[in-house]
C-alpha cells in the first residue's frame, strides 16, 4: 500500500524525524552546546503543564523543537506543516522566558524559496521576540540562522 504523506525513500517518517533530530544534537555538540532529548519544560499561560521539546539543557538554557518539513510534491503551499510550525511558535511563546528558543528546519528548496523562507514571510507575524529559527543542509552537515 503507498502512503502518499510518507517521505519518499524512507522507513517511516518518525524514523526521519529522529534521524533529524539526531543531526541536530551533534550540530549543537559541535558548536559546544550539549543538548539532551526529550527535554521538558513547563508551559503554559496561567496553567502549566510540561512539555517535552526535542532537544534542551539547563546550562545554558535552550528549548529546541525540530522539523525535517519538505515542500509538497505538487507544488501547493504546505498548511498542514505551516500548522505545525505555528504550533510550534506557540509553545515558545508559553515556554519560560529564560530558555533560548529555536526552530531547527531541514533546508528545502523550491524556486530558490526555502520552506523556512516561506513560513518566515507567511507567518513571520508569529514568531516571538526570543525565537530564532535556524535551517539544516543535511548533505553539508550546516546549519545557519535564518531569523
Known amino acids: 500500500m503507498i502512503n502518499n504523506f510518507q517521505r519518499a525513500g524512507s522507513i517511516s517518517n518518525t524514523h526521519v524525524g529522529?534521524?533529524?533530530e539526531e543531526a541536530a544534537r551533534l550540530f549543537f555538540a559541535k558548536t559546544g552546546i550539549s543538548l539532551g532529548r526529550g527535554f521538558s519544560a513547563p508551559v503554559g499561560f496561567k496553567v502549566k503543564k510540561v512539555h517535552k521539546f526535542d532537544l534542551g539543557s539547563e546550562n545554558p538554557p535552550i528549548l529546541v523543537e525540530c522539523k525535517s518539513y519538505t515542500w509538497t510534491s505538487g507544488g501547493n503551499s504546505p498548511s498542514a506543516k505551516i500548522r505545525g510550525l505555528n504550533e510550534v511558535m506557540l509553545?515558545?511563546?508559553?515556554?519560560?522566558?529564560?530558555?533560548?528558543?529555536?526552530?531547527?528546519?531541514?533546508?528545502?528548496?523550491?524556486?530558490?524559496?526555502?520552506?523556512?523562507?516561506?513560513?518566515i514571510k507567511t507567518q513571520g507575524h508569529l514568531i516571538g521576540p526570543n525565537v530564532e529559527i535556524w535551517e539544516f543542509d543535511p548533505e553539508k552537515m550546516e546549519g545557519a540562522r535564518v531569523f
Not at 526552530?103 to 530558490?112: E, I, P, T, Y
Open 18 to 20: 529522529r534521524e533529524f
Open 91 to 119: 509553545l515558545f511563546s508559553v515556554a519560560p522566558n529564560q530558555y533560548r528558543k529555536i526552530l531547527f528546519v531541514l533546508k528545502h528548496l523550491r524556486k530558490n524559496v526555502t520552506l523556512a523562507n516561506h513560513f
